[in-house]
């Protein structure tokens, strides 16, 4: 096999820089017209035929010989089962990724709050977790157990009352990692379905399958156009895109492990992007030398050989304070300040899905065991979107308690703002609470 690479090389001082830049970054995400009927379709039969269309999609699109919806469910003690299947060396990593992420997840949980005015006006916020969340997990080979971990328990950890697994079972084939991992992290029933089927399912309740608050978890582009057309019905995590990197250099790491933290995402799939920054035109062509070294060595290498050329790309800048400004403008899923000093470029950054901090922290520690999250924002969506968390399982309602004198002072606000909006029975409700002779008419 021969693999070579062409990386685009890009410098931000070259007047269309910008242009450049846009079009290396743009990706649409939306589903093209026979993907989207197909879906739409899916999830009618769904909501009409329940268990038997599930069992139905699940023989047609997975091969999966199921007599009924019975064959599609795993219990509690298969789960556990899977525990004695994996190595001891296997469980260990799981149950040490899965405590680190527990930690971390913790200390983001929000508590109810509430405070008491001169008046007596109580006002506050109770914080409440989701009753019940479905977690969607990819299937077959391309399983990750680490998703599990990631998804599963900060939803436990907020309080969730029932996480609902799906996981497809191609051909029949279980992937035992992902199902120790649903133990460990604490699922508590899982469904051997995928694909849009079980994002309807999840969204609209079948016989078997329970009705879901929230969907989380990545899929392929018939799960996520599922999940745009549910959303509403119930809530969802993101709709992501492809996996990125962006790393920031300034020059004194070594290049392979540059090389390899680019590789590290570009093996995902070939649309995912992998982006060098750096002020030093030298260390960029020493990554560049390092790329074409090591990409043969890669199990992978025809995937990372696409997306390097396609959507790679080696930036040089002016200096450190000029690919802080690139980050910014990219808001990557990723980002690594491979640099001497990170904490002091850190107040600098304003836009990125996670922060890996020094030349020792790969991206790859985050996607296993570091502890955040790695369910983050793509696509530039960083810009206004967080990592998955604690808070997305919890909900928040505020709490008002008016006092009697409370509602005659606030009575008179909120009259003159209701009768401002013409709206007379606002102001009249309001009235009716000021403790006055003459209330308004």
């Known amino acids: 096999m021969t693999v070579s690479t062409a990386i685009a090389r890009l410098n931000a001082a070259d007047p269309d820089f910008a242009r450049h830049l846009d079009h290396l970054l743009s990706w649409e995400s939306v589903s093209d017209d026979a993907v989207n009927q197909r879906v739409l379709d899916i999830i009618k039969a769904v909501r009409e035929r329940g268990d038997a269309a599930l069992v139905e999609f699940t023989q047609r699109f997975d091969g999966v010989e199921a007599k009924g919806i019975d064959d599609l469910i795993l219990g509690r003690e298969r789960l556990e089962l899977a525990l004695t299947r994996i190595t001891d060396a296997q469980r260990q990593a799981l149950e040490t990724a899965a405590n680190r992420v527990r930690s971390y997840h913790e200390r983001q949980k929000q508590d109810s709050w509430q405070y008491t005015e001169a008046d007596g006006t109580v006002l506050g916020q109770k914080v409440t977790p989701l009753d019940r969340a479905g977690l969607y997990v990819p299937g077959g080979k391309a399983s990750y157990p680490s998703s599990v971990l990631m998804n599963a328990i900060p939803a436990k950890v907020a309080g969730v009352g029932e996480v609902v697994m799906v996981v497809p079972t191609p051909r029949g084939e279980v992937n035992e990692l992902v199902l120790a991992a649903a133990c460990i992290a604490g699922v508590d029933r899982v469904f051997t379905i995928g694909g849009a089927q079980a994002v309807a399912a999840l969204a609209y309740g079948t016989q078997s399958v329970p009705q879901v608050d929230k969907i989380v978890g990545p899929g392929n582009i018939y799960v996520a156009t599922a999940k745009r057309h549910v959303f509403g019905q119930v809530g969802i995590d993101m709709i992501a895109g492809p996996s990125e990197i962006l790393v920031v250099c300034d020059g004194q790491t070594d290049p392979d492990w540059i090389a390899m933290d680019l590789f590290s995402q570009a093996e995902h799939d070939e649309d995912a992007q992998a982006i060098l920054v750096s002020p030093d035109a030298a260390f960029l062509d020493r990554v560049a030398a390092s790329i074409d070294k090591l990409l043969p060595t890669m199990e992978r290498a025809e995937i990372i050989e696409k997306s390097i ?82 808070y997305d399982f919890q909900k928040r309602s505020s709490i008002i308690f008016c006092s009697e004198q409370a509602a005659s002072e606030l009575g008179h606000t909120a009259s003159v703002l209701a009768r401002g909006e013409s709206l007379t029975a606002h102001a009249r409700s309001a009235e009716y609470r000021i403790l006055t002779e003459n209330k308004g008419n």
């Open 309 to 390: 050329n396609g959507r790679g790309a080696l930036i040089q800048v002016r200096d450190m304070q000029q690919a802080m400004d690139v980050a910014n403008r990219i808001a990557p899923e990723h980002l690594e300040l491979s640099v001497a000093d990170p904490q002091a470029w850190l107040p600098h950054i304003r836009h990125a899905g996670a922060i890996f901090m020094g030349r020792h922290t790969s991206e790859a520690l985050g996607d296993y065991c570091a502890g955040p999250n790695h369910v983050l924002p793509t696509s530039g969506t960083a810009r206004f979107s967080s990592p998955l968390g604690v």
